[in-house]
C-alpha cells in the first residue's frame, strides 16, 4: 500500500495484511470511519466481491455475502454510498455496468440495457454482513 503523507509530501510504502482485492479497475470504494470498503470491479472477467481495509491496522478482509439469489451481479463502474438507518451502517451499490446479465437473478422492477447497464440498487447493512435486493429502502419518518 503507498501511503502520501500531506505535511511532508512525501510517499512511504506499507505492508498488508489479509485479502487484498483482486487487482481490477472500475471498482467502487466508499469511507465509513477508519474503513475503506471496495466493491465489484473487473480485471480477468467482472467482480462482485465486497473487499475492507482498515487504515489503522493496514488489514484487508473479504466479505462474506447472503444467499446467491441476493447477490449484486458482478460489475464494475456502479455507484457507492454509504447511510445510517437506525444506527446501522449500510453500503447502498447502484447501477454498474457487466458483461451479460445471464444466469443473474434480475432484480424486479430493475432495467437492464442492450448496452449491459442496469439499475440495480442493492444495500449491504455492514454489521450482519447481508445483503438485500431493493429499489425500496427502509422508510423512516423524518422529524
Not at 47 to 71: A, I
Not at 86 to 92: G, N, Q
Not at 103 to 118: F, H, I, V
Request: proline letters at 6%.
Amino acid at each position: 500500500m503507498e501511503v502520501y503523507h500531506l505535511p511532508s509530501g512525501a510517499w512511504d510504502q506499507k505492508p498488508t495484511t489479509g485479502t487484498p482485492l483482486p487487482g481490477s479497475c472500475g471498482y467502487s470504494t466508499v469511507v465509513i470511519g477508519k474503513d475503506i470498503y471496495y466493491f465489484g470491479g473487473r480485471g480477468v472477467g467482472y467482480k462482485n466481491s465486497l473487499h475492507c481495509f482498515n487504515v489503522d491496522s493496514f488489514k484487508w478482509r473479504e466479505l462474506s455475502l447472503s444467499s446467491s439469489d441476493r447477490v449484486p451481479m458482478m460489475k464494475a463502474y456502479c455507484g457507492i454510498v454509504s447511510a445510517n438507518f437506525d444506527s446501522e451502517d449500510y453500503l447502498l451499490i447502484i447501477g454498474g455496468r457487466s458483461y451479460s446479465y445471464i444466469n443473474t437473478p434480475k432484480q424486479p422492477d430493475a432495467q437492464y440495457s442492450a448496452g449491459r447497464r442496469c439499475n440495480e440498487i442493492h444495500y449491504y447493512r455492514i454489521s450482519s454482513v447481508l445483503y438485500h435486493l431493493s429499489h425500496k429502502l427502509p422508510t423512516y419518518n423524518v422529524p
